[in-house]
């Protein structure tokens, strides 16, 4: 009789409608990594200002600016080795809090060092961020979802700034500067309690039921718990990097990651000083490429589940958008030969959009990634891609200090972008878990 039960309880488990737990953690990262964008641009904000005060030349703004990618690359494989030893939870917890304490005491730099000093914090802070994000999506996420979830967490790059830019904008030109680091970070220390609180992995959340969980590992996703907390080992590293995906994807985010930095780094001084724009302008200028890459994330995303679900093939499905986004973005050089202000938007915009959709390319990690090694994996991703934020400013500010244009800057990124959608065609191979004893 009691097995009767069971059974018969077994069976109305596995009959009931799955629950949508993985959403509302969904939710927890789209809100966490639209901080995380906020605390690292919002230096570009205040940067035709704080350059005054401080004395700084392009040149050393450009190393500033590149201030935080030493670190931020530097720090990726320790911090997918802590991923993998600790767990999502703490690392992204510990994360959120640093880098928005060091996000705050910007707001207290007196000079050149002292705010090199507070970017190299922020850098080694954040720099667990995405890898965490796309563990949590590989754990949370079957394969099918996976694309569309890493472009809803993703638009939080853009949308933050798109919704809180002419906010920061207004708070730059009444009080200054100094508030606007202030600010911000204060709102990232109050988040990382509330991620801390509000996050647990599938295995042990309160609020999915048995059908979310059996769909989830139908399609690829859960991590066992045996694999939840990998020591590292060099032999793991070299293991990862004979496998051509590796180096194909990274070279190809590193493409799309040129044309985000300029957008978040020097862009500002590019409305204020190229085309010659008031605060109140740039302030409404600048929120429209970045809403224009959040709908190109969002399209991309949505794109390549369709390709996935109608093809079958994870190599059109992911591999598509982001080429097609990268001959977007290149198209960004074409702003040099027009005057209007607003054909210059609709161009920076046009590849924003582009470069939106290569965001997708952690989609990709999520899906090749080892289930042990998703923290290292992503931590040589993000390595990877990020050496452009430490080589793009610097390249920006000698143009800039050679030339006094941003002329050869656009064609810079148009050029690296191109790059980019080359090592996605012939490097980054077949799209597919790779298998690692």
Not at 129 to 149: D, H, K, L, M, Y
Request: some cysteine; overall charge positive; glycine content about 12%.
């Amino acid at each position: 009789m009691r097995s009767e039960t069971i059974s018969a309880a077994s069976q109305a488990a596995s009959s009931a409608r799955p629950t949508r737990a993985r959403f509302v953690i969904l939710a927890l990262l789209a809100v966490g990594t639209m901080i995380n964008y906020l605390d690292r641009t919002v230096l570009g904000i205040a940067a035709p200002s704080l350059t005054k005060d401080l004395g700084l030349t392009a040149t050393v703004m450009g190393i500033v600016f590149s201030a935080f990618s030493w670190t931020y690359a530097a720090a990726q494989i320790p911090g997918g080795v802590f991923l993998d030893r600790y767990g999502s939870k703490l690392t992204y917890t510990l994360a959120l809090g640093f880098w928005s304490l060091f996000t705050g005491l910007q707001g207290f730099a007196t000079g050149l060092y002292s705010l090199l000093f507070y970017r190299f914090g922020l850098g080694v802070a954040e720099s667990p961020c995405f890898p965490t994000n796309s563990r949590i999506v590989g754990t949370w996420f079957p394969q099918q979802e996976r694309a569309r979830a890493t472009s809803i967490y993703t638009v939080g790059e853009y949308i933050g700034l798109a919704a809180f830019g002419p906010g920061l904008f207004w708070i730059m030109a009444n009080y200054g500067w100094h508030s606007l680091f202030l600010v911000v970070g204060v709102v990232g220390v109050l988040y990382s309690l509330a991620f801390w609180w509000g996050y647990t992995e599938p295995q042990d959340c309160k609020t999915v039921n048995q059908a979310e969980l059996d769909y989830i590992a139908a399609g690829d996703g859960l991590v066992p718990k045996s694999a939840q907390k990998v020591p590292f080992t060099w032999e793991n590293c070299k293991k990862l990097l004979k496998f051509r995906q590796i180096w194909g994807a990274g070279i190809g985010q590193y493409a799309g990651n040129t044309a985000l930095v300029f957008f978040l780094t020097w862009f500002p001084t590019y409305l204020a000083t190229e085309r010659h724009m008031g605060w109140v302008k740039m302030g409404f200028f600048a929120v429209l490429p970045f809403l224009a890459a959040a709908i190109g994330i969002m399209v991309g995303g949505w794109a390549s589940d369709q390709l996935l679900k109608k093809t079958g093939s994870a190599n059109i499905a992911r591999k598509g958008p982001i080429i097609f986004g990268l001959l977007l973005a290149s198209t960004i050089v074409t702003a040099n030969y027009v005057e209007s202000d607003n054909a210059v938007i609709a161009i920076l915009s046009l590849a924003f959009f582009g470069q939106g959709m290569v965001g997708l390319g952690w989609t990709l990690i999520s899906d090749m990634a080892p289930k042990h090694l998703m923290g290292l994996t992503g931590g040589f991703f993000n390595l990877a891609a990020n050496l452009a934020g430490i080589v793009t400013p610097i390249v920006i500010g000698v143009i800039l200090s050679v030339t006094g244009s941003f002329v050869g800057a656009l064609a810079f990124v148009g050029a690296v972008a191109l790059i980019g959608a080359c090592s996605y065609i012939f490097l980054l191979g077949d799209v597919k878990r790779l298998e690692i004893d």
